[in-house]
């Protein structure tokens, strides 16, 4: 599964203080976005459901847990309610478990790897909250990212491509989360210039897919030209290493978004 590569990738790359701090964004936002009030309810029935979910995933099968969320799935769960009701309150559920001490970190670290992955295999279930599938972006810096020019040259070089363009420069990561949040754009451009920006970018695209799960993420910047591996590093959908793979990935999201779109009655 391409989550847990990402996680296994995280591991094997980052310090162990980092690993965790991207472990816990994952846990971070699931519960903020679980405890809107707009899924307080309809938990209670899947109460015994979501403890033997938590179960499975601080235990011995790794598996486990996504059978179980596909399971549901299959039977008619809503997605909003397998999201935020059922692996978001697991995740809620954990947090507390964490906290009486009846989990290590590493179980919960472990948790948040599989919980991740299971969003991510969810991800083709969501319809993108698009009135319609125009070529619209948001570019912005990474969290941390200082250098701009290569961005702002590549928002100028897409307006003139018939993109558009919303730039955003020197921004936290609350800031940006904030901003997509906020707002419904299909593609989010995240520009990040030196390696030591890697795990502020992978903490801040795990935060994207989980608040918006049909975001299309393209990563650009001197960071995408040194480290070739860093589309399956950070998770990305795409990585552009110049201004020709730029505009062929965006040109390549801008047909998924069409391929994907369909008006329904409830956007």
């Not at 996504?66 to 397998?82: C, F, N, Q, T, Y």
């Not at 307006?159 to 936290?172: A, C, K, N, Q, T």
Request: hydrophobic share 45%.
């Amino acid at each position: 599964m391409e989550a847990t590569r990402f996680f296994s990738s995280a591991s094997d790359r980052f310090p162990q203080d980092s690993v965790r701090a991207i472990a816990e964004e994952v846990v971070n936002v699931l519960v903020r976005r679980a405890s809107g009030p707009r899924h307080a309810n309809g938990t209670a029935l899947l109460s015994t459901k979501i403890e033997a979910l938590c179960d499975a995933l601080v235990g011995d099968d790794p598996d486990a847990a996504a059978k179980m969320v596909v399971s549901e799935r299959l039977a008619g769960l809503p997605i909003d309610l397998v999201y935020l009701g059922y692996v978001g309150e697991a995740a809620k559920r954990l947090g507390t478990r964490w906290d009486d001490d009846e989990i290590s970190l590493f179980d919960m670290t472990v948790a948040a790897g599989r919980m991740f992955g299971i969003l991510r295999g969810l991800r083709g279930d969501f319809t993108p909250s698009l009135a319609k599938p125009e070529k619209r972006a948001l570019f912005a810096t990474a969290p941390g990212e200082e250098h701009a020019i290569g961005i702002t040259m590549a928002a100028d070089m897409f307006s003139r491509r018939s993109w558009d363009i919303d730039l955003e420069v020197g921004l936290s990561h609350n800031e940006i989360l904030e901003v997509v949040e906020n707002t419904d754009y299909p593609i989010i451009g995240l520009s990040a210039g030196s390696e030591d920006k890697i795990v502020a970018l992978s903490r801040l695209i795990v935060a994207l897919r989980i608040s918006k799960p049909w975001l299309l993420i393209l990563v650009s910047g001197q960071l995408a030209e040194t480290q070739r591996d860093l589309m399956q590093i950070v998770g990305a959908d795409g990585i552009a290493f110049d201004a020709a793979t730029a505009i062929a990935e965006m040109d390549r999201f801008s047909e998924l978004l069409l391929e994907r779109w369909a008006p329904t009655s409830d956007m």
